[in-house]
Nanobody, 129 residues
């Protein structure tokens, strides 16, 4: 059974940091690009960051560039995705989801949620002022 399980969310003051993790299991994800999306109340699910299958290429929405860092660990046939979030702002408050994008889509369009086949259940991030 394929599972993506996020953890690391919580409440933090503006300017603080959080590190999200996503443990992917049930199949091999080392050839999958991985991404983070977020959804604030009443809004659509938006792209935050993505990383290529090799880890060599990363992509960010402009609003998080320089503050968030995406990384992955594919050691021991398990894939774990991370999102280091620094200098958090109140507008970063949302439910954060990790997702896996199969290799058939190639490079490009990492921001498109329709290209991600597997999703986690989400973890809440709340930033207080």
């Amino acid at each position: 059974q394929v599972q993506l399980v996020e953890s690391g969310g919580g409440l933090v003051q503006a300017g603080g940091s959080l590190r999200l993790s996503c443990a992917a299991s049930g199949r091999a994800f080392s050839s999958f690009a991985m991404g983070w999306f977020r959804q604030a109340p009443g809004k659509e699910r938006d792209f935050v960051a993505a990383i290529s299958w090799s880890g060599d290429d990363t992509y960010y929405v402009d609003s998080v560039k320089g503050r968030f860092t995406i990384s992955r660990d594919d050691a021991n046939t398990k894939t774990t995705l991370y999102l280091q979030m620094d200098s958090l702002k109140t507008e970063d408050k949302a439910v954060y989801y990790c997702a896996a994008r199969p290799p058939l889509y190639g490079s490009g369009s990492y921001y498109n949620p329709l290209q991600y086949d597997y999703w986690g259940q989400g973890t809440q991030v709340t930033v207080s002022s």
